[in-house]
């Protein structure tokens, strides 16, 4: 069970929008920086998202990252099949002392 | 570009310690944090730990009595061990550049990943 929570699979259609929620607490997302990982099958994750909605050079603009409390949104528009991998947030967990990712979450685009 | 590259033992018995080193190329080790992550078959990412380029390091609570993370600046090379591992350590091993920094918020990222390496525990 991950302290910070994320819904197990998400999908969509080619073209469309989705949303994938990472869900923690006080002592991690609502008062620390959340990054959000793209991980393709087979191969190590990508930064997307860092400092809850910054994206590195290289990431489309199709990616977008929000924060809101202790929830945080990784949202992906214009859906691709390339874009099917699973989604997981990062963030440190203060009361912890310690680095957290969410339990993941599996991209389908239909 | 920065790139990074483990290697190490793909099996390790139980009770034993397991290292891997972390190679890096297209940039100095001597700025930033360098970190370790596991991810074991199946399952998600855990954060292991990091150091500084300092030598300062941080590590993951439910592993910090079992690890060692080690820096040589002279090879632009980092360093894990892990002691006493049993087969819950079994995991897809990766590096990458990034950690955790304080501040009145703390920020944290990981922009450059290693391709990771699979490491079984097993007799």
């Known amino acids: 069970q991950s302290v910070l929570t994320q819904p197990p699979s998400v999908s969509a259609a080619p073209g469309q929008k989705v949303t994938i929620s990472c869900s923690g607490s006080n002592s991690n997302i609502g008062n620390n920086y959340v990054s959000w990982y793209q991980q393709l099958p087979g191969t190590a994750p990508k930064l997307l998202i860092y400092d809850n909605n910054q994206r590195p050079s290289g990431i489309p603009d199709r990616f977008s990252g929000s924060k809101s409390g202790t929830s945080a949104t990784l949202g992906i528009t214009g859906l691709q099949t390339g874009d099917e991998a699973d989604y997981y947030c990062g963030v440190w967990d203060t009361s912890r002392s310690t680095g957290l990712f969410g339990g993941g979450t599996k991209l389908t685009v239909l | 570009q920065v790139r990074l590259q483990e290697s190490g033992p793909g099996l390790v018995k139980p009770s034993e310690t397991l290292s891997l080193t972390c190679t890096v190329s297209?940039?100095?080790?001597?700025?930033?944090?360098w970190s370790w992550i596991r991810q074991p078959p199946g399952k998600g990412l855990e954060w292991i730990g990091y150091?500084?380029?300092?030598?300062?390091?941080n590590y993951n609570r439910s592993l910090k009595s079992r690890v060692t993370i080690s820096l040589d600046t002279s090879k632009n090379q980092f360093s894990l061990k892990l002691s006493s591992v049993t087969a819950a350590d079994t995991a897809v091993y990766y590096c990458?550049?990034?950690?955790?920094?304080?501040?009145?918020?703390?920020?944290?990222?990981?922009?450059?990943w290693g391709q990771g390496t699979l490491v079984t525990v097993s007799s």
């Open positions: 150091i500084y380029y300092s030598g300062s390091t």
């Open positions: 297209g940039g100095s080790i001597s700025t930033n944090y």
């Open positions: 990458a550049r990034g950690g955790f920094w304080s501040g009145l918020h703390t920020r944290g990222y990981f922009d450059y």
